[in-house]
């Protein structure tokens, strides 16, 4: 078969795999790779040091397949029905890309291996290599190069025709395809509808994102205490945060996900936190082993957890933030003793005293003594 009609059957099996959208580059080094080592050295990347110790093989994806010459750049929609709105009491927000039954990478990587075995049947030569965010590849600036869309305002890949409500993933392979035209216009125009949004101020400018100020950042890829400045910012949401998609004026009427893997579960929308905090690992383990949310790990959610526990100050939640003040995990109860002195209620403060007499970590220490300061500031008994 000739490059111009494998191109066009493997369009046309991604669209039956589920990929809404499917565009095709070439296997060149990506522009945005100068961009990435400035984002890297203004030191925007956080706890993420993967991303610097694999530097070097972001600059071209031969090192992700030797001989690469070809990038069928995907995206799957995962836009549910479920409606994601500021709460209240005792429950958080989980942004929707995690609201569904299984792990997103499971899906796609399935979806993935059944469009590299019809690649191979029309070119049994070739080689593949499936991608879904796991490797030194900058698939938003390939999805551009493919023409699936732009980089917008809040780094999102934008979509005029499915918004940013979508995964990105790709096959790589060594046989040579037709090439779409790289999409080179901006439709972002004046709008700062996602800058203004952000509650935690990650974007220094536009087009840049400091992933250590960032709510899904902060919430499932960082390990240690949320830095005290943005753990009110953080509100309601507890794994991931849609707030600069939800005021984009590209994602108001983009057509919801028909896959049922990512239909929204009502258990998850929202989150009901103080059963969190019953959980051992084995029950977490449970639970979300094979769901987004395990990337957190259990003293990643539960440290989320006590943070949106605080910032409602719902007294409902004052016995799991109790029995989260005695946890196993320093990173729990500290956060938990945070949340505490979020309250003005006195037996918060007793809980708080009671703890100090027997802690031994020094950050949990320095967090119940904040947040005794807090209260006797507010004139607490």
């Known amino acids: 078969m000739s490059p111009d009609e494998i191109t066009k059957r493997i369009k046309q099996n991604a669209n039956e795999l589920g990929f809404q959208l499917c565009g095709i580059c070439p296997a060149i080094s990506p522009p945005g790779a100068a961009r990435l080592d400035e984002w890297l050295a203004a030191g925007y990347g956080g706890q993420m ?29 995962y836009h549910g029905t479920g409606e994601s ?7 958080g927000r989980v942004a929707r890309y995690a609201q569904g039954t299984v792990d997103y990478h499971n899906v796609i990587r399935e979806r993935l291996h059944s469009l590299a075995d019809s690649l191979r049947e029309m070119a049994p030569k070739a080689t593949t290599r499936g991608v879904v965010d796991t490797a030194p ?5 390939f999805a551009q190069m493919a023409g699936l869309g732009w980089a917008g305002k809040n780094t999102l890949l934008l979509s005029r025709h499915a918004g ?41 400018q536009p087009y840049v994102l400091d992933a250590s100020r960032c709510i899904s950042y902060l919430t499932i890829e960082l390990r240690d205490a949320v830095p005290s400045e943005l753990r009110e910012g953080i509100g309601d949401w507890v794994f991931g945060c ?17 896959e049922p893997n990512f239909a929204p579960q ?14 051992d690992e084995s029950d977490f383990r449970q639970r979300f082993r094979h769901t987004p ?48 002195g979020q309250f003005d209620i006195a037996e918060a403060r007793l ?11 020094e950050s949990v220490l320095m967090e119940i003594q904040h947040s005794l300061g807090h209260k006797l500031n507010k004139n607490q008994p």
């Open 49 to 77: 040091h993967y991303i610097a110790d694999r530097r070097e093989a972001y600059v071209d994806p031969k090192h992700v397949l030797e001989g690469v010459q070809s990038l069928v750049m995907l995206g799957m929609m």
């Open 85 to 91: 709105v500021p709460t209240t009491g005792t429950v």
């Open 137 to 141: 590849l900058l698939e938003r600036e």
């Open 164 to 204: 940013s409500y979508f995964f990105l993933a790709a096959l790589l392979t060594d046989a040579t395809l037709e090439y779409d035209k790289p999409f080179e216009a901006d439709h972002c125009g004046t709008c700062t509808a996602c800058l203004d949004a952000c509650p935690t101020d990650a974007f220094p």
């Open 242 to 258: 849609d707030v600069c998609q939800e005021v984009c004026p590209w994602n108001r009427d983009v057509p919801l996900s028909e």
């Open 266 to 279: 009502s258990e998850l929308n929202p989150l009901e936190l103080p059963p969190l905090f019953e959980m």
């Open 293 to 340: 949310l395990w990337r957190a790990h259990r003293r990643g959610l539960l440290r989320s957890a006590a943070i949106v526990l605080g910032n409602q100050r719902d007294p409902e939640a004052l016995p799991a933030l109790m029995k989260g003040l005695n946890d196993e995990e320093p990173l729990v109860r500290g956060a938990a003793a945070w949340a505490l």
């Open 351 to 361: 809980q708080l005293l009671n703890r100090q007499q027997r802690e031994s970590d």
